[in-house]
């Protein structure tokens, strides 16, 4: 109701709940608020009074309600007749966003046609600009610069060309993967390319033709030109090599005929210099069995002569070159023939310094020289031209490369001339060389030219063909001179006047063996060392026979044992000398010579005290053996009588002190190495004490029997043995 009293609550509604009776109870008390149970049940104390005033108010209130609602009437009509205008309003409303809707779909629909036809337009776009970028790498690729046709066609030739070259090339390959592909356009542009090609290869030999021509001219260095002018034009003959290969056949040629010429000249004059420094040491005369009669080998005596044959030192001597032509007074340079093995690498000699000092060399020493700087200059070249006419894609098998081919060419081209000038100029000293030594060092030189090529990891088979040639030439010269030497020693025959002393034959042939088997040591020559046992028994044979001009057995035996005393003096001097053992069997004529100094003891004390000897030699079965009876071995009568005894002892005690000194001075005046005769008086005397104790036991054994009592004992003749043995140093 409006003023204020409770609103009618329509109880008989099933809706109501129990917070409307509880707002109900609250109007009625004065908007006092009922808590919990207890206030709600003092209040109802009447319930039936209660239900009545709340109906009669609901009554009222239902009756205010009704009479609110007639007078708002007019306001709900015109609510209502609003809610028809606006749900009108929202039906238009509804109608145009449908058909905004509707626009919209449609819309919709077109752009997603237009966004698959943007597709379709940029997929063709990748592809049109695909192509066209694989149209224009084609058409690059095929396209000839305006450029490089200038380029090849004008421009200077130099180290720079060969970019334009390089250009040309991949140019040229590709055009060629394309043609292979089926882009007919390279039909026409290839020829043009060809031809460019041609054009370019022509050039290119005639500026190679300008640099060969070069190497030529007057006091030219060709190797300082190779490395610092040529090498830079390697890349140019590179490219006839693939792509003209006849144009650089002419180059070859051209090369080999120039340059050729240019070197043989070159080596064969240094060749004559150096043969202008060759001192010639040996004749058909030197041989070792040919005894000299002049001082005609550097002005020394027979025993210096077998310096012919020796490996040991020179004096540089002042001597007259030029022979039978004259020729102005020079020196003989060589210190020792065996120090050049120890120069091999050495830088070769210069001529005209070796001639401003006047010097001469044997011709191992030319040999080593000239065959060094054409060994040099043809490594120097084989290095040129591994650079400058093998191209890098070329095969590096020797036998399939063309390269292989072409290496040949150039070899014989520039060296085969050369080689054979050296072989011949060998062959014609080989034709009258009789310098058995040279020919062993020539063959050491040749040697270690091989090693040589291996250390420098330079493989040219013609090279070694050549060092196989000249050490066939060496070798056969070699053994032809030895076999005269062989056949000089068999035509040995005494001398006219008695010598004792070593024959001058022993000494060359001492020296002869020690220097050979020097030599022989690196070679090892199988047939070498069967001809030098030849050679000893050949020098035994003639021992035998020089030893039958000696008029006594005791001056043989000197003459036996002062020749292989001089021939084992020489041996083991080079033995001591190399620290290495020798291949001569020394140990052959270290037997023969104990052999005859034990034959020489016998017979020089035979020639002194020969009675005595006879006496021992009588009564030395009556000696008792070692662990028998004395007793039983004492005969009943013995051989010699007594008085015999008694003569050979007396007579031996008068004489044996100037017998021992007559001993002494024989054996030292019979060998004139001091060494060899100390040792021999050392064994004599040796013997002899042995000897005289064998007679002082027969004297103790058979005292009774001889009754010897002028004997001497043996320690007198001990003590004065003392005095003629020389100390061991």
């Known amino acids: 109701a409006s003023d204020g009293g409770a609103a009618a609550v329509d109880i008989t509604n099933e809706d109501w709940d129990s917070n409307a009776l509880d707002e109900l109870l609250v109007d009625l008390d004065g908007s006092a608020v009922l808590q919990g149970q207890d206030g709600v049940l003092n209040h109802v104390t009447d319930l039936k009074q209660t239900l ?122 590709t055009i060629v993967q394309l043609q292979r592909s089926g882009v007919s356009a390279c039909d026409e542009v290839l020829p043009v390319l060809d031809a460019l090609f041609v054009v370019a290869a022509f050039r290119v030999r005639d500026f190679l033709f300008e640099q060969i021509h070069a190497l030529g001219r007057p006091a030219c260095n060709v190797q300082i030109m190779q490395q610092n002018v040529l090498i830079r034009y390697a890349r140019l003959n590179h490219f006839l090599i693939i792509h003209a290969h006849m144009l650089e056949k002419d180059v070859v040629t051209r090369y080999t005929a120039i340059l050729g010429s240019v070197l043989h000249t070159y080596l064969v004059f240094y060749l004559n210099a150096m043969l202008k420094l060759h001192y010639n040491i040996g004749t058909r005369s030197d041989l070792l069995g040919v005894v000299p009669t002049s001082r005609r080998f550097f002005g020394d005596s027979h025993q210096n002569r077998a310096s012919i044959f020796s490996l040991n030192n020179f004096n540089t001597t002042s001597i007259q070159s030029g022979g039978d032509g004259g020729g102005q007074a020079g020196l003989v340079h060589h210190t020792s023939r065996l120090a050049i093995l120890s120069q091999l690498d050495e830088p070769a000699i ?236 020394s140990s052959h004529f270290l037997q023969k010579l104990d052999k005859f100094k034990q034959s020489f003891v016998e017979a020089i004390l035979y020639q002194s005290f020969s009675q005595l000897l006879v006496v021992i030699r009588a009564l030395a079965p009556f000696l008792a053996p070692v662990g028998t009876d004395a007793a039983a071995v004492i005969p009943a009568a013995l051989p010699v009588t007594p008085q015999a005894v008694a003569t050979v002892t007396k007579e031996f005690n008068a004489t044996w002190k100037s017998e021992l000194q007559r001993i002494a001075q024989d054996i030292r005046t019979s060998f004139p190495n001091f060494s060899m005769g100390e040792d021999v008086l050392r064994l004599s005397l040796t013997r002899f004490v042995a000897i005289y104790a064998q007679w002082e036991e027969l004297n103790k054994r058979l005292a009774h029997q001889l009754n010897n009592q002028q004997f001497i004992p043996l320690a007198t003749i001990t003590y004065e043995i003392k005095k003629y043995i020389q100390p061991h140093d």
Request: net charge negative.
């Open 350 to 585: 210069i001529p005209h310094f070796a001639e401003q000092y006047k010097l001469k060399f044997p011709y191992e020493y030319i040999f080593r020289s000239s065959h060094q700087i054409l060994l040099d200059t043809i490594c120097a070249e084989h290095t040129f031209e591994l650079r400058w006419f093998r191209h890098p894609r070329e095969d590096d098998s020797p036998s399939t490369s063309d390269w292989e081919a072409r290496r040949k060419t150039l070899f014989f081209g520039l060296f085969s001339k050369t080689l054979l000038h050296f072989r011949s100029v060998v062959a014609k000293y080989l034709d009258n060389c009789y310098d058995i030594l040279g020919i062993l060092l020539m063959l050491r030189i040749a040697q270690h030219h091989r090693l040589t090529l291996i250390r420098r990891n330079i493989f040219i088979p013609e090279l070694d063909d050549h060092l196989d040639l000249v050490s066939a030439q060496l070798w056969a010269r070699f053994y032809t001179v030895f076999d005269m030497h062989v056949a000089s020693v068999q035509q040995v025959r005494p001398l006219s006047a008695v010598d004792t002393r070593p024959h001058p034959v022993t000494r060359q042939y001492a020296e002869f063996c020690a220097s050979v088997c020097t030599l022989n040591l690196h070679c090892k020559s199988g047939e070498l060392t069967e001809r030098l046992g030849t050679l000893h028994a050949e020098a035994d044979a003639m021992l035998d026979r020089l030893s039958a001009a000696v008029p006594s057995q005791m001056l043989r035996l000197v003459f036996y044992i002062n020749n292989y005393d001089l021939l084992l003096s020489v041996l083991r001097e080079r033995e001591r000398n190399l620290s290495m053992e020798m291949s001569v069997d």
């Open 52 to 173: 009545q005033q709340v109906g009669e108010q609901l009554t009222a209130v239902s009756v205010e309600s009704l009479q609110d609602y007639v007078d708002e009437g007019h306001r709900l009509v015109s609510l209502h007749n609003q809610l028809v205008q606006v749900t009108s309003t929202l039906g238009e409303m509804h109608t145009s966003m449908t058909g905004f809707s509707n626009d919209l779909a449609t819309i919709t629909e077109h752009i997603a046609a237009l966004n698959s036809e943007s597709g379709d337009i940029n997929l063709r776009m990748t592809n049109i600009q695909a192509a066209r970028k694989g149209l224009h790498s084609v058409t690059t690729s095929i396209h000839i610069p305006i450029e490089l046709v200038q380029a090849v066609t004008k421009d200077e030739v130099n180290e720079q060309y060969g970019a334009h070259l390089d250009t040309l090339e991949q140019k040229r390959a």
